[in-house]
Nanobody
């Protein structure tokens, strides 16, 4: 059994910052890529940022220069530092992990989501 638990969402004014965290736990053998996705009201889920176990990162154009993804492999945790937030960043943010379990099966897992609201 694998769980991804997100934290750090909330309400912030435009121009503000938030830091999201996502900790993976359970029967984990190894974690490959981890990432953040988001779904805004009335829109499809979209990629925000990903990071490999080697530290290579990828960002959506809409967040480049404002968001930073990082991970702590020892803690099986991925972070998303969000600066200069805009109202259009309002969404439910989901953590994803591509991992192999102790039974050696490999698949993607999702967290439950955390709400980020950017509003004055």
């Amino acid at each position: 059994q694998v769980q991804l638990v997100e934290s750090g969402g909330g309400l912030v004014q435009p121009g503000g910052s938030l830091r999201l965290s996502c900790a993976a736990s359970g029967s984990i053998f190894s974690i490959y890529a981890m990432g953040w996705y988001r779904r805004a009201p009335g829109k499809q889920r979209e990629l925000v940022a990903t990071i490999t176990n080697g530290g290579s990162t990828n960002y959506a154009d809409s967040v480049k220069g404002r968001f930073t993804i990082s991970r702590d492999n020892a803690k099986n945790t991925v972070y998303l530092q969000m600066n200069s937030l805009k109202p259009e960043d309002t969404a439910v943010y989901y953590c994803n992990a591509d991992l192999r379990t102790m039974t050696l099966s490999r698949m993607g897992y999702w967290g439950q989501g955390t709400q980020v609201t950017v509003s004055s």
